[in-house]
């Protein structure tokens, strides 16, 4: 039985009203359920509107289990909501799609959850849910109005305004409503047409001119334009814009022939029709769009000697000549200037020439119509191109149509055309109408000059020779073997290369220089090598060629690798003897050394009852057969230091000049390989620079702390001083 302290005990007195109110109270609070964990009041959640119908969008955090066998019930109070509650859980699921733009769904949600207490009468608790959408880049820009059209006069400047185009994102204000303007790039073939137009600002549709409109050349324009949101990733929606150019009153009229002339026949009378060659006088409107009709006239001279307008008469609309009274009297020949004129701009007209004389006269002409000539594009100054064999009596004055033929050509007296300049090698074509004059009498012709390359350069590979090595093939087919690299400086030439030598017909060398080897005739070759020579050859005229060694080498198949036990072994075995044998050598030489020393001291004890002082044969190795290394005590370049007998110091330097003549004999470990030692050296081991590679005469000063003892009488660590001198060792 468990204990309430809330409950009145049996036997007790009954509680106050005061604890009773307390006890309600207490239950109240405890029962927490239906209340929100966080202590609010409403839920709020946020989704993308591009989440799918019957994703959970949320869990409510409410206090209670829904479960069926749970203490509390949940459940939506609207019908046909957008949200829905997932039976026997908290989970909200989405039952509509949902749209920030509010064209497929709506952009927000806000229902009541109603919570019921199981197993109370206590009053349902209404939970406020409100469910909101954030934007994604869903939509692209439309264009308003599109596609578009405009008129423009050829004469618009640059940066006058076309149109001010406009497009639209429905997405959310921000990156993903934010439109670009662009002009797209049209094929080559149209004579890139986005260049004419463009948008200055790209946040702005105003589309302006870029470039100068021409109607002669380009009548419409059809350009593309791109509006662009600035979504990631972006989202983009293309249009047309057809541009009419309207023609503009930009052009003077021409003449279909610059120079006219006539003949008077002898039975000629006044209002007699000329015919003019080569052809009718006619002109016409060079602006096609507005095609103004013109009017003829002869214009006059200001001195009256050269004054012919009573000549001829010339009919304003159709340009037929006929012969007048002063023309039959006049005296021949005579060259008179006729005039176009348009009828609707007196500002805009054109000149040309007519020649009149009569019939059997001598005239001046060309004997052709056309003259053609092809030049090399090395040509020298001063060469002759043409000769323009004009008829005529008298001296001759020829006359070109563009002014910029002076600067390249010059025409003699003669009529010889002459190069004066070298050829611009990036044209290749000149055209030119001439005219040649007697001073009464004139004729034209056209010069056509074509320029021909020459070829300068022959073809020249990357390297001298090429060599290739490929394994051999095991399969069928071609294999690609390597490349040479060629080139040629006549931009104009094309490089092909061939390949000659033993059997050359299995060798293919592709336009980008690839060698190819037939597989068959690498197995079968009869030596590793194929030796070849490469040949490349131009296009130009005439074409020029050069050659290199080419050596396609088939390599052995590589041997197999050791095992890794076996090399790691052998290694390891290798190290072993040659320490082992380098310890035995060492034992060896130090003994000899001993029973060396113990002779001497046998020999001097026997001479001498007192032991003399001799002075060190030598106390540094450093200071043997050079002068480099650091002065120390005793030595040739260091201060006198303490002298004592030999033998008696701690150190191996003592003993390295009486070792020396031993170790100097010892071919096997010091590898002299029978060379001498030099005058003034102990041995090679003992040269300047280091300790040697016997390793003897190391100083004592790197003798590292922890070393291992060689001693033959003695497990004393120290040195032994006595005159036996008990060497020790530390290596």
């Known amino acids: 039985m468990c204990y309430n302290p809330s409950l009145p005990v049996p036997g007790s007195a009954p509680p106050s009203l005061a604890a009773l109110a307390l006890s309600i109270r207490s239950r109240a609070i405890q029962d927490s359920r239906c209340y929100l964990m966080n202590g609010g009041a409403v839920e709020s959640f946020f989704i993308s509107e591009d989440t799918p119908v019957g994703s959970i969008i949320g869990t409510l955090s409410v206090n209670g289990d829904p479960s069926d066998e749970g203490d509390i019930s949940l459940r939506v109070q609207e019908r046909k909501p957008a949200v829905a509650l997932v039976p026997g859980s908290k989970n909200l699921t989405l039952t509509r799609a949902l749209d920030r733009e509010e064209r497929t769904g709506p952009s927000s949600v806000y229902v009541n959850v109603r919570c019921d207490r199981r197993h109370t009468t206590d009053p349902s608790f209404v939970i406020p849910v409100s469910v909101r959408v954030w934007d994604v880049n869903d939509n692209a820009p439309s264009w308003s109005g599109a596609p578009y059209r405009a008129r423009v006069s050829e004469l618009a400047a640059v940066g006058t305004r076309l149109l001010t185009a406009r497009a639209l994102d429905p997405d959310q ?9 662009s002009v797209l ?48 990733p972006p989202r983009h929606n293309d249009t047309t814009l057809t541009i009419d150019v309207l023609d503009a009153d930009d052009q003077n009229p021409a003449f279909t022939h610059e120079h006219y002339s006539a003949l008077i026949p002898e039975d000629a009378r006044e209002g007699t029709v000329l015919e003019t060659s080569p052809g ?22 200001p001195s009256p000697a050269d004054n012919h307008t009573s000549l001829v008469r ?48 001598e005239s001046v002409s060309f004997p052709r119509r056309s003259y053609s000539v092809s030049i090399r594009e090395d040509a020298a100054p001063g060469t002759v191109l043409l000769s323009l064999d004009a008829r ?23 009529g010889e055309v002459v190069l004066r300049r070298a050829l611009d090698r990036l044209v290749r074509h000149y055209d030119y109408q001439v005219m040649v004059t007697d001073g009464r009498t004139n004729d034209t012709a056209h010069i056509n000059m074509s320029v021909s390359a020459v070829n300068e350069w022959e073809p020249r590979f990357k390297h001298a020779q090429y060599s290739f090595v490929v394994e051999r093939p095991a399969g069928e087919g071609r294999v690609r073997v390597g490349r040479l690299h060629v080139y040629d400086g006549d931009p104009e030439d094309r490089v092909s290369v061939r390949v000659a ?22 197995r079968d070759l009869p030596a590793d090598t194929m030796h070849l020579v490469a040949t490349a050859v131009d296009s130009g005229t005439p074409p020029r060629q050069s050659s290199v060694p080419l050596s396609v080498r088939v390599s052995p198949p590589a041997p197999a690798p050791p095992p890794a036990a076996s090399l790691l072994s052998s290694v390891g075995t290798s190290v072993c003897v040659s320490v082992s044998s380098l310890v035995l050598l060492v034992v060896l030489l130090l003994f000899l050394h001993r029973l060396r020393k113990k002779r001497q001291v046998k020999d001097k004890s026997s001479s001498s ?9 030598s106390t540094s190795v450093s200071s043997v057969g050079t002068d480099s290394g650091p002065a120390v005590p005793g030595g040739p370049s260091g201060p006198p230091g303490p002298v004592g007998p030999v033998g008696t110091g701690g150190s191996l330097q003592s003993v390295s000049a009486g070792a020396s003549s031993i170790l100097a004999a010892s071919t096997t470990s010091l590898e002299l390989l029978d ?6 050296l102990l041995s090679d081991h003992l040269a300047a620079g280091g300790a040697g590679r016997s390793g003897v005469a190391w100083p004592s000063a790197t003798i590292p702390a922890r070393v291992k003892q060689l001693s033959w009488e003695t497990d004393d660590p120290r040195p032994q001083t006595d005159g036996n001198m008990n060497l020790t060792v530390y290596f």
């Open 314 to 361: 010339l009919h304003k609309d159709s340009g037929q000549l006929t012969v007048t009274r002063d023309l039959l009297r006049a005296s021949l020949p005579a060259t008179i200037v006729i005039q176009a004129t348009q009828v609707d701009n007196p500002d805009r007209y054109s000149l040309a020439t007519l020649s009149v004389s009569r019939a059997g006269s």
């Open 392 to 414: 005529g009596q008298g001296p001759l004055q020829y006359f070109v149509s563009d002014r910029s033929f002076l600067q390249q050509f010059a025409i003699s007296e003669e």
């Open 501 to 522: 030598g033993p059997r050359a017909g299995d060798v293919t060398v592709d336009d980008e220089g690839d060698v190819f080897v037939s597989a068959a005739a690498l």
């Open 280 to 301: 009718p006088v006619s002109a016409y409107d060079q602006d096609r769009g507005i095609n103004a009709p013109v009017t003829y006239s002869v214009r006059g001279s």
């Open 173 to 181: 204000p921000g990156p993903h409503a934010t439109v670009r303007y």
């Open 609 to 617: 009852p007192l032991p003399e002082k001799t002075a060190p044969v």
């Open 675 to 680: 060379k001498q030692p030099q005058p003034g």
């Open 185 to 232: 790039p049209g094929p080559a073939a149209v004579g890139a047409t986005h260049e004419y137009v463009w948008f200055p600002s790209e946040l702005d549709g105003a589309l302006v001119v870029r470039r100068p409109l021409d109607y002669e050349t380009t009548t419409n324009l059809t350009v593309r334009l791109r509006a662009q949101d600035g979504g990631a």
